[in-house]
Structures are given as structure tokens and as C-alpha cells.
């Protein structure tokens, strides 16, 4: 189902998803963040080039409380837990480099073991994604990590901008409900709308963007330089702040902890947060063995989980070339800088066996 | 609350068993569910346990898998968690969660000797497949369990040692013998060398601190044993169990779920982040 929106009816649409909670990027405090939209709200665009935090919060929160405990009379623990229900939302003008982070998010939280909490928020969630007809940073490199700024994945609506208008294009079942209760705003899409949308994704994809060198080959010379002095170099000035995986969209790792509100009677809640592998303390055993104790070690873990470990079990990239964690860091720590440098180091050495 | 993995089951504290005094204290506690049926585990498998208030921890779990009626956890004091349960009575309930984790190819072993080698409290994940083989004595060939610990008084499982004599070989050294030790005066490692087992038709399996670990792998290599006859576990910290939390991620495993029982030649093709 491909239809037409005008900008200025935008809030009008968001106004017939009265069923939903929708949540849309807005500028406060000078970043761009998802924030809850009222129905109708003239003001609603989607002037964002990319919100700073990514989408991943929604099914993921920084901080979550799985169950409390706390002592029955004759001083036994209980425990009662805190399975989210929430109601249907809908989170507007996702890029689609976070669309295609949610894949990875589903994969990690629904393989094997599913997991509750993540199933519950993800379960009543939609994304209506926005396609990028240029790049909206200067460190994107979608197209080299093998995304598209016309991607899909992940996305149950496309919106491809159209200067006075949008395509909107439904991709799931939940992307036709959603276009179904805004039939009164969306409007037939004809063949020159068709045309023009993808003369967009033509330009689009042509745009220069930074590029990861050599993809392709990227896995098996990260395994060849494992071992590289660059590693330890490359991460000298990293200061351990965690902020390249708090904002990444595929970056997964968490903490379990007991928030302790009363000591006696024992009384708290167990209780999940982001946690990174950029941090000293993140791989430590109790007795003060650390597999991952230096600094190189830990920058090596965060490039390769994303380029070698995830892409030896999955075959695709952990990174979506979002370049979040370039723009973030407070050090300059660059990542496609990275990749490149330790691949190309590996593919002058020469080869192991020979 | 079917499906929760985060959510613990309760178990009771039946007894309790102090292997070991002093600094590196180990007691050995008795676990029973509850209700519900807790649940089956195979050699080498780990559940997390919560002393709530205090967090998680993930040990592995020392009882034989045949026996159905409890589960016993051997329990070095170290951290938050672990000093929590030390200070616990009998009658304390406590959260379990698991099993995790892969498990020792017993099965895979019918007819082979099989050469055990514990150091510490490293003892304790090798102990299910120890129990499994003797109470099926006529599936295996010879057993000979090699363990060591620091002094007399940090030789665990004592009493269980000595009652393994007659079915199994068992080779006990300590570095720092008192006047009344008449086994073996070293490390593990040596003792091993001495002892000289065959690798003919063998199994190693090993755990124990890593410096341990890595002597003993020399030696088996020198005794003739080959990457694939050579089993050991891999301790990394934990937090989730299922492979989600990815703090125990060594290149391409997470050792929750992929560990942590692994082959040297397994093991040997991971980077050594652990």
C-alpha cells in the first residue's frame, strides 16, 4: 500500500492514530529526542535529521525493574514480578539505520531464551520509519555496513520525502492498520509520485557518504588483527564513558542489580540497566582477574562483537552505520577509522600459513 | 510467570557443609525447591543464585545430575553475593535460576579411562561428572581424579575424597603440607608428571585457578593427550545466563550459553578473554 501525505496534514494523520500513543522527534534542550505528540498538533514535522538517542529506550529502557522482593511475616522472600503491559505506540520519523538496529535488538532478545520484558514493550510497539534522501550526518555510512537510507528493515511504515509531501509506504500488517485509520488524510499515490520517490532513492543512494573499506573483508582481517598494537593505540584516549554504547542502536549489554529500599525487613527491586563493555569494571571477576583489563582490549571487543563475532553467527553487521558513537565521543574515537586502519594493517601482513 | 528467564525460583537452604576455613573459605549448601519441580541439569551446567538484596551470582552445580531430590552448590567466599551466603542459616530460602549453559559429553565418554584434575575449589564443576561415572562404574574405564589445594585444611569434598578410594584412583597434593600429610607435596601440575596417566583411550577434564589450568594443559600435551581428549570449563563473569547481557562474550560465544564446557580444541580457537 503506497499512499500520499501532505506535510501540513502530518499532525492530521497522527490525529486519526488516536488509538496509539505516538511518539515523535522533537527538539528540546537543543538535541532531538522522541517525545510523546498530542493528536492534531499543527506544529508536528519531522525536521530531525537524526534523534540522539536512538529508538531502542522503547523496548529497551535504560533502566527497568524485572521484580520486587521483599519478606513475608515469618521472614521468607517474595517476590512479585513486573512484566510491562503497555498500550499500542508508535514512534514516528525513524531512520533507517535505527530501523535496521531493531532487527538486531529482536534478534539478540528473541533468540533462544526470549526475553519477557523485551517482548512485552516490543510487542505493542510500531515504527513509522523516514528515508534519508541525503545523509543526515557527516559520519553516516549506512551503505558500506550493508544498510540503505531507503531501507526498510525493521520499519512497519516508509516515508520518503517528497519535498511538499510524502510517499508513505506500509510494510507490515501494522503499517496498513496505521494507513488504513489515516485513509481521511492519505491520499492515492500516483505513478508520478512513484517516479519521483525513486528518483530520490536513486540520488540517495549515490550521495558520498564515509564507507567502512572493503566490507566484505572486513570480518576475516579483524580475526587476523587481533593481536595488533593498534587496538591499545587507537583506544589511548578513550576515557572508559560508555556513551559510543549507550547511543548505538544495536548495543545490547546490561547489568542486573538489587536496589535495596529497607535492609530489615528486606524490602527492594531487582533491577536492569544498560551496561558497557567500554567499562574497567564490565568483564571483572570477583577476584580482580579482568580478561579485558586494558583499554585496547575493550575498544577491540566493541569493534569486533560488531564486525567479527556478530557477523560470524548472524552473516550481517552489528553496526548500522549510524555514526552515533563518532559524533558522540568526547574523544574523537571513530570507528569506521578504526575498522579501516586494523584491516588494512591485516591485509598487508602476510598471510599466517604461508 | 511462565516464559519469565529473570525470574527466580525459591529454594531452601536443607544443609550446609563447610568444606574449607580461613580466608578462602568454601561451604557446601543443600538446596531444595520449594515448589514446583525446580528443575533437571547435566554435568557441568550453572544456575544463578540470589540471595535477595544482595544480587546474583552464577555457580556451578556441584550435585550428580541423577540425583533429583536436591541441588548442591559449593560456594568460595569472595564477593557481595558469596560472602551473603556464608552468613545464611539452614531453613534460608533463596532464588535459583537455570540450568545454563552447555554441558560435559559424559555420554560421549562410555568405555574411555577418564583422568580428573582439580585444583581449589575447581573441584567442584568437575564433581557431577566424577559422581555420574562412579555411579556408573561399569560404563567407563578406570577413573583417576588428580586434586590439590594450597594446605591440608583447603582440600575440599575431604570426606567424599577418601570414599572414592577402592572405585577411583585419587592422587591429593597440597603445596603447603603440615606434619601429618602424607600425599603428595607440590602442585597439581607435578603431581600429574609423576603420576604419569596414559592418554590411551582417555579423557582429561580440568578445572581449577587459571595458572593451574595452564600447566596442566602443557603437561597432558606432553603426556601424549591431544586437544580433543583435553576438557575444561570457562568461568567469566556473568549476569544474565542467556546470552543476552554480553558480559561473558569471548569472540563469537557467549560462554552462558555456548560454555562453559569446552574442549581444548575448541577453546584454543577463542580469544583468551577469559
Not at chain 1, 522472600?77 to 514516528?92: A, H, I, K, Q, S
Not at chain 2, 607435578?190 to 578445572?207: Q, V
Request: proline content about 7%.
Amino acid at each position: 500500500m503506497e499512499r500520499i501525505l501532505d506535510k501540513g496534514r502530518l499532525g492530521a494523520w497522527v490525529a486519526a492514530l488516536a488509538d496509539w500513543t505516538v511518539l515523535a522527534p522533537a527538539m528540546q534542550d537543543g538535541l532531538w529526542a522522541y517525545r510523546p505528540v498530542a493528536g492534531g498538533e499543527a506544529s508536528l514535522t519531522l525536521g530531525h535529521p537524526n534523534t540522539v538517542q536512538p529508538p531502542k529506550g522503547q523496548s529497551f529502557p535504560q533502566r527497568e525493574v524485572f521484580f520486587t522482593f521483599d519478606e513475608t511475616p515469618d521472614g521468607q522472600p517474595r517476590l512479585t514480578p513486573l512484566v510491562p503491559r503497555p498500550g499500542p505506540r508508535l514512534v514516528f520519523g525513524v531512520r533507517p539505520c535505527d530501523g535496521q538496529g531493531l532487527t538486531h535488538l529482536d534478534q539478540v532478545f528473541g533468540e533462544e531464551a526470549p526475553d519477557a520484558y523485551y517482548q512485552a514493550r516490543r510487542g505493542t510497539l510500531a515504527y513509522v520509519g523516514l528515508a534519508c534522501n541525503s545523509p543526515p550526518s557527516r559520519h553516516c555510512f549506512c551503505t558500506s555496513v550493508g544498510g540503505s537510507p531507503f531501507g526498510e528493515a525493521g520499519l512497519d511504515v516508509l516515508m520518503i520525502d517528497l519535498s511538499d509531501r510524502y510517499l508513505v509506504r506500509a510494510l507490515t500488517p501494522v503499517g496498513e492498520t496505521l494507513m488504513t485509520a489515516g485513509q481521511g488524510v492519505l491520499t492515492e499515490a500516483g505513478a508520478d509520485d512513484r517516479a519521483e520517490a525513486q528518483q530520490r532513492r536513486l540520488a540517495a543512494l549515490a550521495h558520498p557518504q564515509r564507507a567502512v573499506a572493503a566490507p566484505q573483508a572486513v570480518p576475516e582481517r579483524l580475526k587476523a588483527g587481533f593481536g595488533s598494537a593498534l587496538w591499545e593505540r587507537l583506544a589511548q584516549p578513550c576515557i572508559g564513558c560508555g556513551i559510543c554504547t549507550f547511543l548505538c542502536p544495536t548495543c545490547h549489554c546490561f547489568d542486573i542489580n538489587d536496589e535495596v529500599a529497607s535492609q530489615s525487613p528486606v524490602c527492594g527491586s531487582r533491577v536492569r540497566t544498560w551496561d558497557s563493555c567500554q567499562f574497567p569494571d564490565f568483564t571483572m571477576h570477583t577476584s580482580g582477574h579482568n580478561p579485558r583489563a586494558d583499554l585496547g582490549a575493550r575498544l577491540r571487543q566493541r569493534v569486533s562483537h560488531k564486525f567479527l563475532y556478530y557477523f560470524e553467527n548472524h552473516g550481517v553487521f552489528q553496526c548500522t552505520g549510524c555514526g552515533r558513537c563518532i559524533i558522540a565521543c568526547p574523544v574523537g574515537i571513530d570507528i569506521i577509522a578504526v575498522v579501516n586502519q586494523v584491516a588494512a594493517e591485516a591485509a598487508a601482513m602476510p598471510p599466517a600459513d604461508s | 510467570m511462565e516464559g519469565n528467564i529473570y525470574l527466580p525460583q525459591l529454594a531452601r537452604v536443607v544443609a550446609i557443609h563447610e568444606e574449607v576455613p580461613g580466608e578462602r573459605a568454601i561451604k557446601t549448601f543443600r538446596l531444595e525447591f520449594i515448589d514446583g519441580d525446580g528443575f533437571t541439569h547435566k554435568c557441568g551446567q550453572c544456575a544463578m543464585l540470589s540471595i535477595f538484596g544482595r544480587g546474583e551470582s552464577m555457580i556451578s552445580i556441584a550435585s550428580s545430575p541423577l540425583v533429583h531430590d536436591y541441588k548442591q552448590f559449593s560456594i568460595m567466599r569472595a564477593g557481595r553475593v558469596t560472602s551473603a551466603f556464608h552468613e545464611l542459616a539452614v531453613g534460608a530460602q533463596v532464588g535459583i535460576r537455570g540450568p545454563f549453559g552447555n554441558s560435559f559429553p559424559v555420554n560421549d565418554w562410555h568405555g574411555k579411562h577418564l583422568v580428573f584434575i582439580g585444583g581449589g575449589c575447581g573441584l567442584a564443576p568437575i564433581w557431577p561428572v566424577i559422581q555420574t561415572a562412579v555411579t556408573k562404574r561399569e560404563d567407563f574405564g578406570s577413573i583417576t581424579v588428580f586434586y590439590g589445594g594450597r594446605s591440608p585444611r583447603d582440600i575440599m569434598y575431604r570426606a567424599e575424597l577418601e570414599k572414592l578410594r577402592g572405585t577411583a584412583e585419587v592422587y591429593l597434593s597440597v603445596d603447603s603440607p603440615d606434619d601429618g600429610w602424607e600425599e603428595y607435596c607440590g602442585f597439581v601440575p607435578a603431581n600429574l608428571m609423576e603420576k604419569e596417566p596414559s592418554p590411551e583411550d582417555a579423557i582429561a577434564i580440568t578445572c581449577g585457578p587459571p595458572a593451574m589450568i595452564k600447566f596442566v594443559i602443557k603437561n597432558l600435551h606432553a603426556l601424549g593427550f591431544q586437544d580433543e581428549q583435553i576438557y575444561t570449563t570457562v568461568e567469566n563473569k556473568m549476569k544474565c545466563g542467556i546470552g543476552k547481557c554480553g558480559r561473558c562474550n569471548v569472540g563469537k560465544d557467549y560462554v552462558c550459553t555456548k560454555g562453559p564446557v569446552y574442549s581444548w580444541a575448541d577453546l584454543k580457537e577463542l580469544p583468551q578473554e577469559y
